[in-house]
């Protein structure tokens, strides 16, 4: 149980342009779920907490308006790159909080491998 | 605030050598979780452990054991006879309990494990 699915795995965009990123929970309702960003070589940084039917809750210095969050149901949030460019390339990985679990562990995606060229 | 400090950031070890992966934490919460997770070269985080604060035993599964230690806040993690499977990256984590809790990483060790 508890597996959470991000679609695409990677994906080649041209600078400018927009890619959306799916996470979904399979197996259980999650009404939070987090985005984090992943340089090579480096840890993971969270970038913004999704609640189901609510706006997104974005770490210090992390561009809302580029970074589009969308938490529509309890199964799904997506994370929209605007315009990317270059230095938007990076690993992006999601994980979701289980409504049941009263421990509130987070389960992580596999991970989706942006490259902006 | 909460902060990981994952001092190593690469150890290289011949197969069948134990290895410790140290992880100090600092928080102000009285009850947290800790967290230690693999990162294969695939990239897909691998979950090993969760540690409560209040349950300070040692555990072991397999070939893993860690060693939560709340006097010097450090929550140690310990591969016996390595293998060349766990060359990866390994992360050290720490969260509160509540539910708009966030999860903290460390900076990552890289274990190399050679044959």
């Known amino acids: 149980g508890a597996v959470v699915s991000q679609h695409p795995s990677w994906v080649i965009c041209k600078s400018g342009t927009s890619v959306k990123i799916e996470c979904r929970s399979l197996?259980?309702?999650?009404?939070?779920m987090f985005w984090y960003r992943q340089f090579p070589k480096q840890s993971l940084m969270l970038m913004a907490t999704?609640?189901?039917?609510?706006?997104?809750?974005?770490e210090q210095g992390v561009e809302k308006d580029k970074f589009l969050i969308n938490h529509a149901s309890l199964t799904l949030s997506t994370l929209t790159v605007t315009s990317a460019h270059p230095e938007d390339s990076s690993f992006y990985i999601c994980?979701?909080?289980?409504?049941?679990?009263?421990?509130?562990?987070?389960?992580f995606g596999p991970g989706t491998r942006l490259t902006v060229t | 605030a909460q902060k990981v400090t994952q001092a190593q950031t690469e150890i290289s070890v011949v197969e069948k050598e134990d290895v410790t992966l140290d992880c100090v934490y600092e928080?102000?919460?009285?009850?947290?979780?800790l967290f230690w997770y693999k990162q294969p070269p695939s990239g897909e985080l691998v979950f090993l452990i969760r540690?409560?604060?209040?349950?300070?035993q040692n555990e072991i599964s397999g070939r893993y054991s860690w060693n939560f230690q709340k006097s010097t806040s450090s929550f140690n993690f310990t591969i016996t006879a390595s293998q060349v499977v766990d060359s990866a990256v390994y992360f050290c984590?720490?969260?509160?309990?509540?539910?708009?809790?966030?999860?903290?990483f460390g900076k990552g060790i890289t274990l190399s494990v050679r044959p």
């Open positions: 999704s609640n189901e039917g609510s706006k997104a809750t974005y």
């Open positions: 928080t102000r919460d009285t009850t947290y979780y």
């Open positions: 197996d259980f309702q999650a009404t939070t």
């Open positions: 540690r409560n604060s209040f349950d300070e």
């Open positions: 994980s979701a909080r289980d409504l049941s679990d009263s421990t509130y562990e987070q389960y």
């Open positions: 984590a720490l969260s509160g309990t509540g539910a708009n809790s966030k999860l903290t």
